[in-house]
């Protein structure tokens, strides 16, 4: 953690100094009782790794995390939230200020329609939950976002990466998207290392090798922050 | 750690010298999809504190452990296990040496029917999922065990406290239960403390003052090796 300091102390170009990067990390975990709930395994690691690469160039940061076992980084600042409804809260609070929006959260899609306020007994030999789709973070923000904003997603798949990743960046309306296969070795949950593949708005896509996701996201933001230099905001 | 095993060096009377206590504890976790589970709040404390206490007191411990986030306690043998179905064969495996069974574990009730070998998209806005009953393991541990095992198990309940223990004690053939309401501050998930009640086979009923997990659970192995040296076995 100190090393996190130094190195935004010495760093010979800050490339996000004066930039206030908002990122999302974690699972959200979707109750159906006060014992039960639905969750995803994001380990929040990439989005951790995010908001401290962000930090170390020079970044303002706002990490909005579901519940994960992760210390938060030294010098961000971390709001813990629990639902996606509370995450979506969270992150349209601190929205107006973002030049960049990181979204590595893993939000749950989906969220039981209706919360038991006791817990459920299990008398019967089966159980049918019904479902309902939560507000999808990423597409409200897209939607909102103001042209000088860049909004950044991630995209875990486990099947048709590219296809997948390229059709939920233009969906949703990111600048870019960053997708990783979750059942390739070195590139799943709570695993320290990752290997993705970048893809632009504009058709650019750049496969980096597995890294460790500190240095995944040190590159990712280094090439994002170099990039928008130079494209008219 | 290091505490731990100096108690037992010193220990004036090892209550559970010579005696294999075996240990279920955390959630366990049911698949739904490759990133999505069902799962519950227990956060496997009570139960790693269970195995401490009876190691404390010169037990061999086998500990089977859903996924937590504690460290396995020193000189406790421990196994690692997701879902239900893992843990029932890991129980029956050990049963067999096992003087004392403590089922501190919250075992999901039910599982999803299906597991989707693809992450399911959110297409529609609603989803259904069928759930179906896991096997009961404390209620076939009951059902197999010998006159001369003990078996404990625990009810994190919301409502109707006794009620449910006292149904569940007998319907599951223990010989013991201990019963604490997650409601209460101090008696919930994840919490260092507890605030239980301890009901027997035989009618006897001992409610502990709030204590750390750690010393609720000595009080209770302690109460239990007590008790059984005088039981007919």
Request: glycine letters at 6%.
């Amino acid at each position: 953690q100190i090393i996190n300091w130094v190195n935004r102390f010495f760093q010979q170009e800050a490339s996000l100094k004066g930039k206030h990067v908002l990122i999302t990390a974690g699972p959200t975990i979707e109750p159906l009782d006060p014992v039960r709930y639905f969750s995803n395994y994001s380990s929040g690691k990439m989005g951790y790794a995010m908001a401290q690469a962000a930090y170390e160039l020079g970044a303002k940061v706002t990490l909005i995390s579901g519940p994960v076992s992760l210390d938060p980084p030294l010098g961000v600042q971390t709001v813990q939230v629990k639902s996606a409804q509370e995450m979506y809260e969270a992150v349209m609070q601190n929205l107006v200020h973002a030049d960049i929006v990181v979204k590595t959260a893993a939000v749950a899609d989906y969220r039981p329609e209706t919360i038991a306020k006791q817990k459920i007994k299990k008398e019967s030999d089966s159980l049918t939950i019904q479902m309902v789709k939560n507000q999808d973070i990423a597409w409200e923000i897209g939607k909102q976002k103001r042209e000088d904003q860049i909004l950044i997603g991630f995209a875990a798949e486990t099947d048709h990466l590219a296809d997948h990743a390229k059709e939920k960046l233009a969906r949703k309306g990111l600048d870019y998207i960053v997708a990783n296969d979750v059942t390739v070795a070195g590139a799943g949950f709570s695993t320290d290392t990752n290997i993705v593949t970048l893809y632009g708005r504009d058709g650019e896509e750049w496969t980096l090798p597995k890294l460790t996701k500190i240095e995944v996201a040190r590159r990712l933001l280094t090439y994002i922050a170099e990039n928008n230099k130079m494209r008219k905001r």
